[in-house]
């Protein structure tokens, strides 16, 4: 027994927010089988009651008020969810509403690991990028430990890194910015050396973008100047099962309802 399974990720930007602005309209349309969120924002009552019928939903909020949050939703059974790293290392400010997994069971029995993940942004010359790195640090052990039980998973989410040239517009402007340090994209080689895919690089091919996060401010969306930051990276059994990457951008500015574009990926199981 196959099926197609659809996994679409999005950065809201604040989920009550990007509902007002037409959310619901997208995911209807889009209609996944497992939504990977982050940014949310919100108590867990309101990710509940905006998502509606028909979703299994973990959310992991963030200690700090009215920031980060991730959630996994799925039209699937969901047969266990972790919240966090695994390491027991928490710091409300820094840590919680960043990454919360679930185990998605297939009709056919098996088992997809789906990670929602939220990687800090940062600026140079402040403590935020310490504390990016060490989360870096640490969620590449946790993708060490996922990728060694083998099978299917996927981490999804808004990683705030450029990996490469063709993952950002304006590339030679931001050799020395947060999101596109040598250091930070360094992780990302680290995974992909170590057999996790990038799932819509790989579709894509050796192409500019396709950007999924574009600056509210200017005429940064009008003129595609944009980054990739937005991710599946997925276990190699899992990413040869992939078919189709999409970016979701908005026909306009005006019928953004995030500043980052859902990424959604089918996958032939």
Not at 88 to 110: K, M, N, Y
Not at 120 to 126: I, K, L
Not at 141 to 153: I, V
Not at 157 to 182: C, Y
Request: charged residues 25%; negative net charge.
């Amino acid at each position: 027994m196959t099926r197609v399974l659809s996994v679409a990720t999005v950065n809201v930007n604040g989920i009550r927010a990007a509902y007002r602005r037409g959310m619901g309209e997208w995911l209807a349309k889009r209609e996944p089988d497992v939504l990977l969120l982050q940014e949310l924002r919100a108590p867990d009552e309101t990710v509940h009651q905006l998502l509606g019928e028909g979703w299994h939903i973990a959310h992991a909020a963030s200690d700090a008020k009215g920031r980060a949050g991730v959630a996994v939703a799925s039209r699937l059974p969901v047969t266990a969810v972790r919240i966090g790293l695994g390491d027991g290392v928490t710091d409300e400010a820094i840590d919680t509403g960043r990454w919360i997994e679930a185990d998605v069971q297939l009709p056919a029995g098996d088992t997809v690991t789906t990670a929602s993940l939220y990687l800090h942004s940062a600026t140079v010359g402040t403590p935020s990028l310490a504390a990016k790195y060490a989360y870096l640090e640490r969620v590449t052990t946790r993708m060490g430990d996922l990728a060694s039980r083998g099978g299917f998973a996927v981490v999804a989410g808004d990683v705030n890194v450029a990996h490469r040239e063709l993952d950002i517009r304006n590339w030679k402007g931001n050799l020395r910015s947060a999101g596109f340090l040598p250091e930070e994209r360094g992780y990302l080689d680290r995974w992909f050396a170590d057999g996790w895919v990038d799932v819509a690089r790989a579709q894509a091919g050796e192409v500019d973008g396709p950007y999924t996060w574009w600056s509210w401010r200017g005429k940064a969306f009008d003129n595609d100047a944009g980054w990739r930051i937005d991710y599946q990276i997925a276990t190699s059994d899992l990413a040869a099962r992939a078919v189709e990457a999409v970016v979701d951008r908005a026909s306009s500015y005006a019928e953004r309802f995030s500043d980052h574009a859902p990424l959604a990926v089918a996958y032939d199981l």
